[in-house]
């Protein structure tokens, strides 16, 4: 779903903060745009499903999806230190096509340290990039579920392509995506993608390009990056020796080198998007070192794709080269962030208004879905406390005047403060609170959701009640995204909260994700009948 987990079980919980700490607040797309597969136009039919929530499947429902991970079913197969296959799948309940990533057994053998890996790279949901949508770790078995891209990848459509080749509106549109979704990992905290190259680049069923989440989880648990050539890794891989040793090192790589190890940076992700521009501009795979040489010699022209034929503008292609050349830096220090990424490519975007697989050359691809059998409304688990029962029954006048009864008590012990922290600024900020809650009293709840958000904002004290009363008043509001959004910080405050739950199982049924909420319904219950077992003597 998301947030801090999928269907969170016990014990799943992120570990408490420390008093006065709280989760980054940044600028970042809506619950619903993070949760769109597609570009930022309609997408009709089966395609414009959402991206379910993170789940732990069984070995045995991948089996059945990839018909016994059969041979005729592998998409993909890389890799010699870290060797792995993706195989394409259907999954029997939903009929949703999915992509299915195994690791070797040695890769992973900590599963508790996998499960929490996936469970990072799931909480992304962009519409640039091809979801998790799940994982396994059953047995000794370590596995990866992610949207299935139905057409082909990057390097096909550059290297391999049989009918005509990508156009430059095209390569510019998938520089620009891709630039856009290194950036939202950057935003939202996973800046460190492994192995980015023109195979982790994927098509969707609209043509549309989306980067591969599994890159975002590392190849095995020692955090290394494989690399199959050692011209195309970031030189500061290569720790040892001097400047000339080093690119005596690069030129020879390609002949005789089979493979390096390095740790991935967030400038050595800038250093492969680099070499993925190359791969734009030259439709060829070129080593950076020799493709600096040409742009040194001024011999742009040389560089560009003969198969574009000219039809090509000057100044995009000079730009990009110019991009291309700052990201392929030698030091790590000069080369530019993600923010500039887009920021350059976004103005170069031309035929905006051109669907992809129509400059792909690609038919439209219509997956045709088997209709899904009724299922009977889930039920909760556990019986309910009066809170359980309003949530429910979405029943939000019941819950303000539970939540205004209870006031502050469950945040004991949340928050130490010396005597130093009580400036002018504290005063303030505590001021803020007392508004928000007289408004919040009195059923004013714009007026709460601007004195909560002033409290919040300075940082300098936490509130999961806070949290639990604006994520209420959003949900007065219709705003049931930034509901979700509150309640989940509540929890990652306060990780063994009920309320919190609660609060996000009232925003789930508001976004009609009635599984996910009835699953935070019963962890609520359970969490609260936990919580009264332990208070009695």
């Known amino acids: 779903m998301g947030c801090c987990g999928?269907?969170?079980?016990?014990?799943?919980?992120?570990?408490?903060?420390?008093?006065?700490?709280?989760?980054?607040?940044?600028?970042?797309?809506?619950?619903?745009?993070?949760?769109?597969?597609?570009?930022?136009t309609a997408r009709p039919g089966a395609a414009g499903r959402q991206v379910p929530p993170v789940k732990e499947f069984s070995l045995a429902e991948l089996r059945a999806a990839t018909g016994g991970f059969a041979a005729e079913n592998i998409v993909s197969e890389s890799g010699e230190k870290a060797p792995?296959?993706?195989?394409?799948?259907?999954?029997?309940?939903?009929?949703?096509?999915?992509?299915?990533?195994?690791?070797?057994?040695?890769?992973?053998?900590?599963?508790?340290?996998?499960?929490?890996e996936a469970k990072g790279a799931g909480k992304l949901r962009h519409c640039r990039m091809a979801n998790l949508i799940g994982y396994c770790c059953d047995g000794d078995e370590r596995l990866l579920v992610a949207e299935f891209m139905p057409n082909d990848t990057l390097a096909k459509h550059l290297f391999h392509w049989e009918n005509q080749t990508i156009e430059w509106a095209m390569r510019l549109r998938v520089a620009y995506y891709i630039a856009e979704a290194l950036e939202y990992c950057s935003t939202e905290g996973r800046p460190l993608y492994h192995d980015l190259n023109a195979y982790r680049v994927l098509f969707d069923e609209n043509g549309d390009p989306r980067l591969s989440c599994f890159g975002l989880m590392k190849n095995s648990r020692d955090g290394k990056s494989y690399s199959t050539n050692l011209a195309y890794t970031p030189p500061e891989y290569l720790r040892n020796g001097n400047r000339m040793a080093k690119a005596f090192i690069l030129r020879i790589a390609e002949c005789f080198m089979p493979a390096l190890i390095g740790r991935v940076t967030s400038e050595s992700v800038i250093y492969s998007f680099g070499t993925i521009l190359l791969d734009l501009l030259s439709g060829k795979r070129i080593p950076p070192s020799r493709a600096l040489e040409m742009i040194k010699g001024n011999n742009i022209q040389v560089l560009m794709d003969s198969h574009l034929e000219g039809n090509y503008s000057t100044e995009e292609a000079t730009t990009l080269v110019d991009l291309a050349s700052q990201c392929?830096?030698?030091?790590?220090?000069?080369?530019?962030?993600?923010?500039?990424?887009?920021?350059?490519?976004?103005?170069?975007?031309?035929?905006?208004?051109?669907?992809?697989?129509?400059?792909?050359?690609?038919?439209?691809?219509?997956?045709?879905?088997?209709?899904?059998?009724?299922?009977p409304a889930p039920q909760p688990q556990h019986p309910l406390s009066p809170m359980g029962e309003a949530c429910s029954r979405m029943d939000l006048t019941a819950i303000h005047q539970i939540l205004v009864n209870t006031h502050y008590r469950d945040d004991e012990g949340t928050n130490e403060l010396s005597f130093q922290e009580w400036t002018q600024q504290m005063r303030d900020m505590l001021e803020a609170r007392k508004r928000g809650d007289f408004a919040f009293r009195d059923k004013d709840f714009k007026a709460a959701i601007d004195c909560y958000t002033q409290f919040v904002d300075v940082g300098t004290m936490v509130s999961p009640t806070v949290y639990a009363r604006r994520s209420l008043c959003h949900l007065m509001c219709d705003q049931p995204d930034a509901a979700l959004r509150d309640a989940m910080?509540?929890?990652?405050?306060?990780?063994?909260?009920?309320?919190?739950?609660?609060?996000?199982?009232?925003?789930?049924?508001?976004?009609?994700?009635?599984?996910?909420?009835?699953?935070m319904l019963n962890e609520a219950s359970q969490l609260e009948e936990k919580r009264q077992k332990n208070s009695k003597p």
């Open 489 to 519: 910080q509540a929890q990652c405050v306060y990780p063994d909260w009920p309320t919190a739950f609660y609060m996000q199982a009232v925003a789930l049924s508001k976004l009609n994700m009635q599984s996910d909420a009835m699953d």
């Open 6 to 40: 999928s269907s969170l079980r016990t014990g799943t919980h992120p570990a408490k903060k420390p008093p006065g700490s709280l989760p980054p607040r940044r600028p970042s797309p809506t619950l619903k745009q993070h949760q769109a597969t597609g570009s930022s």
């Open 328 to 375: 392929l830096q030698y030091e790590p220090r000069d080369r530019p962030n993600t923010k500039k990424l887009v920021s350059v490519l976004g103005p170069l975007q031309i035929k905006s208004e051109v669907p992809s697989y129509v400059m792909l050359g690609i038919p439209k691809h219509e997956e045709e879905e088997e209709p899904e059998p009724p299922t």
């Open 84 to 116: 792995n296959f993706v195989y394409k799948g259907r999954l029997e309940a939903s009929r949703r096509a999915i992509a299915v990533k195994k690791f070797t057994k040695v890769a992973w053998p900590d599963a508790k340290q996998f499960a929490e």
